[in-house]
């Protein structure tokens, strides 16, 4: 089945770095890509929608300058967390779209544990 | 805007009970609803999709149902086991762009 591969699963950095999370649809092209974030306790929220070539579309609440998303490829989005504060700490996931246009389908990546210290 | 609601937020049940995961949607133009599992701090597994011209999907011992009409889908699983304890996240999307609403999922435990 479709596999979205997500790096790294944990990270942990200082505050002020920035950091860059990966997602790969593997033996699938994801012409849209999710990200989303969840708090601890709390259910997943969408942070932004990106299609391939594209400019992502951000949610309500979410910094586009913080959190740079890059979709160049059919098969790669990135997200990088720029000048992260301990309160961006979250776990980070994103999902594709793929299959037939008339099953498409959403395949999540495993999920990103992301420390600010 | 559609909003997801999940009932209860946790659940504690011996095994071998069967039971059932209450979702409800404000928007009853949906274009599908699915269920998810989430295991501690792991990502998101897929387990059953209803789309909007469907009544139910059965996985197994899963069994989904979605009633558009009255905005409510449940989650029933049955003779659960240990190994079912995650928390089940259900959540809707509203168009065939697959952007979803998530419920607050509920906590399952299954205990032994």
């Known amino acids: 089945g479709a596999v979205v591969s997500q790096h790294p699963s944990w990270v942990i950095c200082k505050s002020g770095t920035s950091v860059k999370i990966e997602c790969r649809s593997l033996?699938?092209?994801?012409?849209?890509m999710f990200w989303y974030r969840q708090f601890p306790k709390q259910s997943l929220m969408l942070m932004a929608t990106s299609n391939e070539g594209s400019k992502a579309t951000y949610e309500q609440g979410v910094e586009k300058d913080k959190f740079l998303i890059n979709h160049a490829s059919l098969t790669l989005s990135t997200l990088t967390v720029t000048s992260a504060h301990p309160e961006d700490s979250s776990f980070y996931i994103c999902?594709?779209?793929?299959?037939?246009?008339?099953?498409?389908?959403?395949?999540f990546g495993s999920g990103t544990q992301l420390s600010v210290l | 805007k559609q909003e997801v609601t999940q009932i209860p937020a946790a659940l504690s049940v011996p095994e071998g009970e069967n039971l059932v995961l209450n979702c409800s949607f404000t928007?009853?133009?949906?274009?599908?609803l699915q269920w998810f599992r989430q295991d501690p701090g792991k990502g998101l597994t897929s387990l059953l999709l209803i789309q909007s011209s469907q009544r139910e999907q059965t996985s197994g011992r899963l069994n989904a149902s979605l009633d558009k009409s009255s905005g409510r889908s449940t989650l029933y699983i049955a003779a659960s086991q240990p190994g079912d304890s995650a928390t089940y996240l259900c959540?809707?999307?509203?168009?065939?762009?697959?952007?979803?609403?998530f419920g607050g999922g509920t906590r399952l435990m299954v205990k032994p």
């Open positions: 928007d009853s133009a949906i274009y599908n």
């Open positions: 959540a809707g999307a509203n168009n065939a762009g697959n952007m979803l609403t």
């Open positions: 033996d699938f092209q994801a012409t849209t």
């Open positions: 999902s594709g779209v793929g299959g037939s246009t008339t099953n498409e389908k959403l395949f």
